[in-house]
């Protein structure tokens, strides 16, 4: 039988425990990886969330962002913040633009 020193018994059993936490490691990244896949997995058959019913296309500015168009939610020609019906109104009333392909302003029965 080998008899270890002190501090060469001390270095062997924190060789063993950082091969332990290196084991540890390995187990929780596996983890990881196994419930990303399972939340992508999820998201992928989770359908998207249904339009606005209108929504407002903004353009930047030396001043800020400033309202272009009013748009209806499911129009293809604008991407912008949803707004509901009595915000397009108050936008539509104030000058801002409605888009001419969907035409928010007829919808609402507004005249153009």
């Known amino acids: 039988m080998v008899l270890i020193s002190g501090a060469a018994a001390r270095l062997e059993s924190w060789r063993a425990v950082a091969a332990w936490l290196g084991w540890q490691q390995k187990v929780a990244e596996r983890a990881i990886s196994a419930l990303e896949a399972e939340l992508a997995a999820e998201a992928a058959h989770r359908p998207p969330p249904p339009p606005p019913d209108w929504k407002l296309e903004a353009i930047r500015t030396a001043t800020g962002p400033k309202a ?8 293809t020609m604008g991407v912008g913040k949803p707004l509901d019906r009595e915000e397009v109104r108050r936008m539509l009333a104030e000058g801002v633009e409605p888009c001419p392909y969907c035409g928010p302003d007829t919808l609402l029965g507004m005249p153009g």
């Open 68 to 75: 272009l168009r009013v748009h209806a939610g499911d129009c």
